[in-house]
RNA sequence: CGGGUUGUAGUACAGCGGUAGUAUACACCCUUGGGGUGGGUGCGACCCGGGUUCAACUCCCGGCAGCCCGACCA
């Protein structure tokens, strides 16, 4: 994409009512832009990214096994009525009348609407183990919305529900969105914790959290570094210094994290409250045991930057940088120049190299360079007169210091590898 | 929802009971051309409502909004 088409403009202040380092790079570099506390536009750059998050989630949730669907952000009361969280969820959850009076609201989480139309597709013990997932806008009406991209008033979750005969089969499926979600964090470029956590609002049984370190995080977490031991500390009460009780040779920490996702054990709660209900080998009537997994898409977004940053701006990781490769073309070219310009993009978007152009014109080289590190993309490659003459460009990592000339075609096979 | 704090141009800051200023951004001209080049000209703003006053962006009261701390967090 060449850059002077893009809607887009860089910072050189951040807004001074904003602290939380996601949100100051972000709306600096020109990702994101605030309409009200909590919700945020996304513009070319933040799509791009959240885009690639949401891939990598795809990509993670599929090889599970779970089919994507789309569920309604509007819903009537009704359908939360068996479960009594319509009243439950009063303070957070966005409710109002429509034009003939009736309750509806927006959708803070779906258990209660993924139950109910499973009910009408789930008879049998042949028809399990099923799972579904769906990325889509939840509505939550927070006192305080706050960090930023990390806790906002309208997000995209990515919620996963599955439906089971028993808890055996929950508990395996359990255990491997596990490792579906660590995956996905770590794909992201960041190290998640697993801690178990309370229940909520969902159920009575527990739940597990999964934390990234960094300042930035509202959540405090006892953590062992030694062999990843990590409890919340709503529910543990642990001194700083303590043994790890999970392998007794490191010592527990307490740090600061994001959540980044939480899985539940729902058991038949919600099975139950939607008379979703099962016939099993013996033909008796039982009720479908469930669980729910979230991801909170921009959330992880906003802790990628919070994790992966320096003092000029954002270091993305390659697999959710919005683009592999940012192209800088230096000075007022000249036809010999633009066309040399042109020809290295046009090469590395026929290789598959996502690459943004900064074909912008006066726009000085020392801007163009501050916008790059400011941006963050991985790969920062310059075309100019000194490298034309050699036929050549000048690439750079983000995170690196030297730089290499050589030429498009070499870059590009040494790229595919 | 409690406590704190801030509302002046797109952004960041200054300021004053009487004509609102700087930087940056933006437009134009000249200059420069590998780490925000320098200069000139121009465009652009006092959150809303009430009160006090001859006069309010400024003082007072009340809203609203942003941010921070806490409570909350499916």
Redesign the pocket.
């Known amino acids: 994409m060449r850059q002077s088409e893009l809607l887009f403009?860089?910072?050189?202040?951040?807004?001074?009512?904003?602290?939380?380092v996601n949100?100051q790079l972000l709306i600096?570099a020109n990702f994101v832009h605030?309409l009200?506390?909590?919700v945020y536009s996304y513009l070319p750059l933040g799509f791009r990214v959240r885009e690639k998050v949401m891939k990598i989630i795809r990509e993670e949730m599929n090889a599970l096994g779970a089919a994507e669907l789309l569920m309604p952000s509007l819903q009537p009361k009704s359908a939360w009525d068996a479960s009594g969280?319509w009243e439950s969820?009063q303070?957070?959850m966005y409710q109002f009348q429509d034009h003939s009076g009736r309750d509806v609201g927006l959708g803070?989480?779906h258990?209660e609407i993924v139950a109910l139309l499973a009910q009408g597709i789930i008879d049998s013990y042949a028809d399990l183990p099923k799972y579904v997932y769906q990325i889509q806008a939840?509505f939550?009406d927070?006192?305080?919305?706050?960090?930023?991209i990390l806790?906002g008033r309208e997000f995209t979750?990515k919620?996963m529900y599955s439906f089971h005969v028993d808890e055996t089969s929950l508990n395996d499926f359990y255990e491997e969105s596990k490792r579906a979600y660590v995956n996905v964090f770590e794909r992201c470029g960041l190290k998640a914790y697993i801690t178990e956590a309370?229940?909520?609002?969902?159920s009575k049984s527990y739940s597990h959290e999964f934390m990234v370190e960094t300042a930035a995080g509202?959540?405090e977490t006892y953590l062992c570094r030694l062999c990843g031991f990590a409890r919340n500390k709503e529910i543990a009460d642990f001194k700083k210094g303590e043994r790890c009780p999970s392998c007794t040779a490191g010592v527990l920490e307490k740090v600061k994290t994001v959540e980044v996702g939480?899985i539940?054990k729902l058991g038949t709660k919600y099975s139950e409250a939607a008379n979703l209900n099962f016939k099993d080998k013996e033909g008796n009537l039982k009720p479908v045991v469930m669980g729910s997994y979230?991801i909170?898409v921009e959330r992880l977004m906003g802790t990628v930057v919070e994790v992966h940053h320096d003092k000029?701006g954002i270091v993305w990781p390659e697999a959710v940088a919005p683009f592999n490769v940012h192209l800088l073309l230096?000075?007022?070219p000249n036809e010999d120049l633009q066309k040399f310009a042109d020809g290295v993009y046009n090469e590395l978007e026929k290789a598959g190299i996502e690459t943004l152009f900064d074909d912008r014109?006066?726009?000085?080289?020392?801007?163009?360079?501050?916008?790059?590190?400011?941006i963050g993309i991985p790969t920062?490659i310059?075309?100019?007169?000194?490298?034309m003459v050699q036929e050549k460009m000048?690439v750079?990592k983000r995170n690196g210091e030297e730089?290499n000339l050589m030429k498009v075609k070499d870059f590009v096979q040494h790229t595919k590898k």
């Open positions: 403009k860089t910072q050189k202040t951040p807004p001074k009512d904003e602290v939380a949100a600096r605030k009200m506390a909590g969280r969820l303070k957070i803070v989480t258990e939840k939550r927070e006192p305080r919305a706050k960090s930023g806790r979750m919620d309370s229940g909520g609002d969902f509202e959540d939480n539940f979230g909170g000029k230096l000075g007022e014109k006066k726009v000085s080289a020392g801007e163009k360079f501050y916008d790059a590190d400011l920062r310059v075309v100019s007169e000194k490298t000048e750079k730089s």
